[in-house]
C-alpha cells in the first residue's frame, strides 16, 4: 500500500528555493539569472511559483548552493502529485484491470 501525502504538506520548489537559498544570501533575481546564464524572466517565474523546476535548473542550483538536483525534482515531483491529487475526484477514468 502505497502512503499518501496530504497536498497541505508539498512545499513548492520554487518558493522554497526562494526562501531557503536565493533570499538569504542576499541574491537578485538578475545576478543570479546571470550567473546561470539564464533569463531573469525563466528565474522569476520559477522562484515565484509560476513554472516548473526542469532538471537543467536543478543542476544549476545543485552547483550554484550544493543541494542535490534530484532532491529538488522530488520536491517538484511531490509538488506536481499534491495539486493532481486535489483534482483526483474530476478524472473520471474506469479501472482497465479486475481488481
Given at each position: 500500500m502505497a502512503l499518501k501525502m496530504h497536498p497541505s504538506l508539498a512545499v513548492n520548489v520554487g518558493d522554497w528555493i526562494r526562501t531557503e537559498l536565493v533570499e538569504p544570501h542576499g541574491l537578485k533575481i538578475k545576478e543570479l539569472a546571470e550567473h546561470f546564464g539564464v533569463s531573469r524572466q525563466a528565474l522569476s517565474a520559477l522562484l515565484n511559483?509560476?513554472?516548473?523546476?526542469?532538471?537543467?535548473?536543478?543542476?544549476?542550483?545543485?552547483?550554484?548552493?550544493?543541494?542535490?538536483a534530484d532532491t529538488l525534482m522530488r520536491m517538484q515531483v511531490a509538488w506536481d502529485m499534491a495539486q493532481a491529487r486535489i483534482h483526483e475526484a474530476d478524472l473520471h477514468v474506469r479501472s482497465l484491470v479486475a481488481a
Open positions: 511559483g509560476r513554472a516548473h523546476l526542469s532538471a537543467d535548473m536543478a543542476i544549476r542550483f545543485e552547483k550554484a548552493f550544493g543541494v542535490k
